[in-house]
T-cell receptor
Framework: EPEVTQTPSHQVTQMGQEVILRCVPI?????FYWYRQILGQKVEFLVS????????KSEIFDDQFSVERPDGSNFTLKIRSTKLEDSAMYFC??????????????FGSGTQLSVL | DAKTTQPNSMESNEEEPVHLPCNHS???????IHWYRQLPSQGPEYVIH???SNVNNRMASLAIAEDRKSSTLILHRATLRDAAVYYC??????????????FGRGTSLIVHP
């Protein structure tokens, strides 16, 4: 079965540094998402992306965050100046059509970001 | 995420059926009921979804109440690999008009050997 691939699986960075988390969604999917999960807490929505632009973003997704689809296969999440509280597991997801009704979301296995 | 209510945790023995309940009393007529699960240290994984009729797939069955105010995810024979957090999700309209899955606390399923 096709899957969403995320790299790296674990990223360690110093506070204030920029990080880029990478995702390869399933090839025929058109909708892309980033979620995060702080240890012991809920899976939280960050942003959704369609047709090369952001569809929705949460309050968490402030000016420090950006997303990009630089080519036909990758979908990236950039954090410009990391903070300690950005430490979390970040999940990428994709779907063929807009989620909401008769549609499935496929998640990657995540990137564990540790900010020191 | 207040649109669904699930027990915090449930326990089962291996090879026994498990019924995971979800209440969604404010569901609208066009809302699909989605179930995902999250195994330890992994991303959420699609399990099943349905609208009105009961649904079956290779992973589970979904029983939907006639009034659609509740549903039950059924694992016919729990295995140790089914130990996970199970999320019952309705579509949540975001500020921009799109629908996004919003995860609550879910039900943590413990499976005993």
């Amino acid at each position: 079965e096709p899957e969403v691939t995320q790299t790296p699986s674990h990223q360690v960075t110093q506070m204030g540094q920029e990080v880029i988390l990478r995702c390869v969604p399933i090839s025929n999917h058109l909708y892309f998402y980033w979620y995060r999960q702080i240890l012991g807490q809920k899976v939280e929505f960050l942003v959704s992306f369609y047709n090369n632009e952001i569809s929705e973003k949460s309050e968490i997704f402030d000016d420090q965050f950006s997303v990009e689809r630089p080519d036909g296969s990758n979908f990236t999440l950039k954090i410009r100046s990391t903070k300690l509280e950005d430490s979390a597991m970040y999940f990428c997801a994709s779907s063929e059509r807009e989620w909401g009704e008769n549609e499935k979301l496929f998640f990657g296995s995540g990137t564990q970001l540790s900010v020191l | 995420d207040a649109k669904t209510t699930q027990p915090n945790s449930m326990e089962s023995n291996e090879e026994e059926p498990v019924h995971l309940p979800c209440n969604h009393s404010t569901i609208s007529g066009t809302d699909y009921i989605h179930w995902y699960r999250q195994l330890p240290s992994q991303g959420p994984e699609y399990v099943i979804h349905g609208l009105t009729s009961n649904v079956n797939n290779r992973m589970a069955s979904l029983a939907i109440a006639e009034d659609r105010k509740s549903s039950t995810l059924i694992l016919h024979r729990a295995t140790l690999r089914d130990a996970a957090v199970y999320y019952c999700i309705l579509r949540d309209e975001a500020s921009g008009g799109s629908y996004i899955p919003t995860f609550g606390r879910g039900t943590s399923l413990i499976v005993h050997p």
